[in-house]
């Protein structure tokens, strides 16, 4: 079982880039698929990137070539660098982490893009 924490959510001006972190208490980090999920005010949860323990990712076709995930093993801690930021990724940003029988999210953390 593992606990998610997000953190590098805030306000940026279009154009801009936040980098946000998800720290991952538990164990077997390794084991788990790494996503980053983000939700809008009156939208559905959807999928912004994946990242596999054999550091396959996968992309939203609307944030190819601005997001990129990554991970860092040893401190247990996935990332979200998001450059040329525009207004339609305000959203509230979640993490989680998943394998088969096992779903677990962050509180989420929010990001607001506006000038």
């Known amino acids: 079982q593992v606990q998610l924490v997000e953190s590098g959510g805030g306000l940026v001006q279009p154009g801009g880039s936040l980098r946000l972190s998800c720290a991952v208490s538990g164990s077997a980090f390794s084991t788990y698929r790494m996503g980053w999920y983000r939700q809008a005010p009156g939208k559905q949860r959807e999928l912004v990137a994946l990242i596999t323990s054999g550091y396959t990712t996968n992309y939203a076709d609307s944030v190819k070539g601005r997001f990129t995930i990554s991970s860092d093993n040893a401190k247990n801690t996935v990332y979200l660098q998001m450059n040329s930021l525009k207004p339609e990724d305000t959203a509230v940003y979640y993490c989680?982490?998943?394998?088969?029988?096992?779903?677990?999210w962050g509180q989420g953390t929010q990001v607001t893009v506006s000038s």
């Open positions: 989680n982490a998943w394998r088969p029988n096992y779903d677990c």
